[in-house]
């Protein structure tokens, strides 16, 4: 990070899935395998195989939608925090230009807690995040969706990530241009109530 560079406000991430997902996730993992060949499916039947990898599919949609929700607030935040600085003054920055560094240019600090959590391909769950919450401003029910969008709904919302961007002129992110901080909310509450008790005792 260099001098000139522009400290936003930090991500806050609340929690991607409930141990209920995550055991729904393990279940459509092994039914895609069972169905690809690579696994065997001990006399289940291909439909209730594909039963199972529907409701993990569905359970993803909604830990994106969520992760959406947060992301979107915070290209918003990142937006109005800009614009009142001069030294962005006469510049067209949007919230999609955040949502750019956040697929493209994440700060290395950033990468390494991301990994930390175990998110490897943080650039395709942040691009289909915002994909999924540019079209939907509450998730529809597992049963509006069509099956076969379920199954291949990655496709859908990479491209709904990338009209969003088509749909909009703004200043794209240059590398160390901007630099922020990432939490869990858990995390970030704690360190919120540390600081108001340091505040306290500072005061007393």
Same mark, same amino acid.
């Given at each position: 990070?260099?001098?000139?560079?522009?400290?936003?406000?930090?991500?806050?991430?609340?929690?991607?899935?409930?141990?209920?997902?995550?055991?729904?996730?393990?279940?459509?993992?092994?039914?895609?395998?069972?169905?690809?060949?690579?696994?065997?499916?001990?006399?289940?039947? #291909?439909? $209730?195989?594909?039963?199972?990898? !529907? *409701?993990?599919?569905?359970?993803? =949609?909604?830990?994106? +939608?969520?992760?959406?929700?947060?992301?979107?607030?915070?290209?918003?935040?990142?937006?109005?925090?800009?614009?009142?600085?001069?030294?962005?003054?006469?510049?067209?920055?949007?919230?999609?230009?955040?949502?750019?560094?956040?697929?493209?240019?994440?700060?290395?600090?950033?990468?390494?807690?991301?990994?930390?959590?175990?998110?490897?391909?943080?650039?395709?769950?942040?691009?289909?995040?915002?994909?999924?919450?540019?079209?939907?401003?509450?998730?529809?029910? #597992?049963? $509006?969706?069509?099956?076969?969008? !379920? *199954?291949?709904?990655?496709?859908? =919302?990479?491209?709904? +990530?990338?009209?969003?961007?088509?749909?909009?002129?703004?200043?794209?992110?240059?590398?160390?241009?901007?630099?922020?901080?990432?939490?869990?909310?858990?995390?970030?509450?704690?360190?919120?109530?540390?600081?108001?008790?340091?505040?306290?005792?500072?005061?007393?």
């Amino acid at each position: 990070m260099n001098n000139s560079t522009f400290r936003l406000p930090p991500l806050i991430l609340h929690p991607f899935s409930s141990p209920e997902d995550t055991s729904v996730l393990m279940e459509s993992s092994r039914a895609s395998l069972a169905l690809q060949g690579f696994l065997p499916r001990d006399e289940t039947p #291909a439909m $209730d195989l594909d039963r199972q990898l !529907l *409701r993990g599919r569905y359970a993803e =949609l909604r830990m994106l +939608y969520y992760i959406g929700k947060d992301v979107t607030r915070w290209t918003e935040q990142c937006a109005e925090t800009v614009k009142m600085c001069e030294q962005f003054e006469g510049r067209n920055i949007r919230p999609e230009t955040f949502a750019v560094l956040l697929v493209q240019h994440i700060p290395a600090h950033v990468r390494l807690k991301l990994e930390g959590w175990g998110v490897l391909d943080f650039c395709a769950l942040f691009r289909r995040s915002i994909g999924l919450h540019a079209i939907f401003q509450e998730i529809p029910k #597992a049963d $509006d969706f069509s099956p076969e969008f !379920l *199954r291949r709904y990655h496709r859908y =919302l990479d491209q709904w +990530y990338e009209q969003r961007l088509r749909d909009w002129v703004f200043e794209r992110p240059k590398a160390d241009e901007y630099t922020f901080d990432l939490f869990a909310s858990g995390e970030y509450a704690m360190m919120l109530e540390q600081s108001w008790k340091e505040s306290e005792g500072r005061a007393s």
